[in-house]
């Protein structure tokens, strides 16, 4: 942060509130992997005109496993008060 922006959010604010985002690469990656995967189901239900029973379970438990790791990251965040 440079001096004049820390200066102006400690006159008006009195704090500065720092957000560690190092985590939000993994939480990129898991989304990127859901992407992927809801294409990957799209393209092979266009090409025979059907899905698979095993492929929709793998996306759902792909899906449960992203969820999960997006709500330890959001929990993670401190609360900010308005």
């Known amino acids: ?8 959010r ?3 604010d009195g704090h500065i509130t ?3 985002m190092t985590e939000v690469g993994e ?15 799209a393209k092979k239900a266009n090409e025979i005109n059907s899905i698979y029973a095993e492929d929709v379970e793998k996306f759902r438990k792909e899906n449960e496993e992203i969820c999960h790791t997006l709500n330890q990251f959001l929990s993670a965040l401190p609360s900010i008060a308005a």
């Open 1 to 8: 942060m440079k001096t004049g922006m820390f200066i102006k």
């Open 10 to 12: 400690m006159s008006l």
């Open 18 to 20: 720092y957000f560690n």
């Open 27 to 41: 939480v990129m990656k898991a989304l990127r992997i859901i992407g992927t995967n809801i294409n990957q189901i």
